[in-house]
C-alpha cells in the first residue's frame, strides 16, 4: 500500500540496508529499503488491529522486503487462532528469505498445540523452502520442552533425506540440524536413528 511504503521509507537506515543486504545474498537489494526491526516492530505495534493494517495484510504479494517483515508482525499479534492461523498459511507461499520466515511464533499458537501440530506436520512435509522452515520452526520453538516427543526429530530429520538443496536452498537443512543439537542438549537420552536401519541413517541428526 502506497501509503504504508510512505511511511516506511521515512524510517529508512541506509547504512543498515547495505549490512542486512549482505546477509542475504540471494534477495534483490533494490526490494530492501533498510529499516531495523526494533523500529520496524515498534510501527507494527502503532498500527496493529486498525483498518489499515487490515488492508494491508490482505494484499499480496508486497514489493519490498520489509512489507513481508511487517505483514509477518502484524499477523503474529492476532489473538484469534483460527483468523491467526489462516492468515499465516495464506502468507506462507509469499515468503522469499529466512528473515521473515523466522519471526516468533504467533502468541495465539502456545494455547492450541494440539490442533497445531498437524498442521506443522503439513508444512514440513511441503515441498516450498521457507513453508518447510517456518514449520521447524513451530517445531522447535513450541514443542522442545514439556510436549517433546522422539517423533518430532524424526520429522524434522526427514527433511535432511527428501529434500536437496536445490528444494531447500541449504535454509532448512541447516534448522533441521539446529533441532537436532536444540534436543540432544535438552534430552541427551534421546537417541535417534542408525546408520543400521531402512533409513540409511535418516532417523538421526549430528548434534554438539
Known amino acids: 500500500m502506497e501509503e504504508i511504503q510512505k511511511h516506511l521509507f521515512e524510517l529508512q537506515d541506509m547504512a543498515y540496508r547495505d549490512f542486512h543486504s549482505r546477509l542475504m545474498p540471494d534477495t534483490d537489494k533494490e526490494t530492501v529499503i533498510g ?7 515498534k510501527y507494527a505495534k502503532s498500527i496493529a488491529g486498525t483498518e489499515l493494517s487490515e488492508k494491508f495484510i490482505k494484499e499480496l504479494p508486497h514489493h519490498y522486503y ?17 483468523k491467526c492461523l489462516s492468515e499465516v498459511e495464506r502468507f506462507l507461499s509469499y515468503i522469499d528469505n529466512w528473515a521473515t520466515c523466522d519471526f516468533p511464533a504467533p502468541k495465539c499458537f502456545e494455547k492450541h498445540k494440539e490442533e497445531l501440530l498437524p498442521v506443522i ?18 517445531l522447535m520453538r513450541l ?8 517423533e518430532y526429530v524424526k520429522l524434522v530429520a526427514g527433511v535432511l533425506c527428501q529434500h536437496d538443496d536445490s528444494v531447500v536452498h541449504g535454509y532448512s537443512s541447516g534448522k533441521a540440524v539446529g533441532c537436532g543439537n536444540s534436543v540432544h542438549r535438552r534430552t541427551p537420552h534421546v537417541r535417534l536413528g542408525s546408520q543400521k536401519d531402512n533409513t540409511e541413517g535418516c532417523g538421526e541428526l549430528p548434534h554438539n
Open 35 to 41: 529499516i531495523r526491526v526494533p523500529v520496524l516492530r
Open 66 to 82: 520489509e512489507e513481508n517483515n511487517l505483514h509477518m508482525m502484524l499477523i503474529t499479534r492476532i489473538k484469534d487462532y483460527d
Open 143 to 150: 514443542y522442545l520442552d514439556e510436549d517433546f516427543e522422539p
Open 121 to 138: 506436520k503439513r508444512w514440513i512435509a511441503s515441498s516450498e523452502t521457507y513453508t518447510i522452515r517456518y514449520g521447524i520452526g513451530m
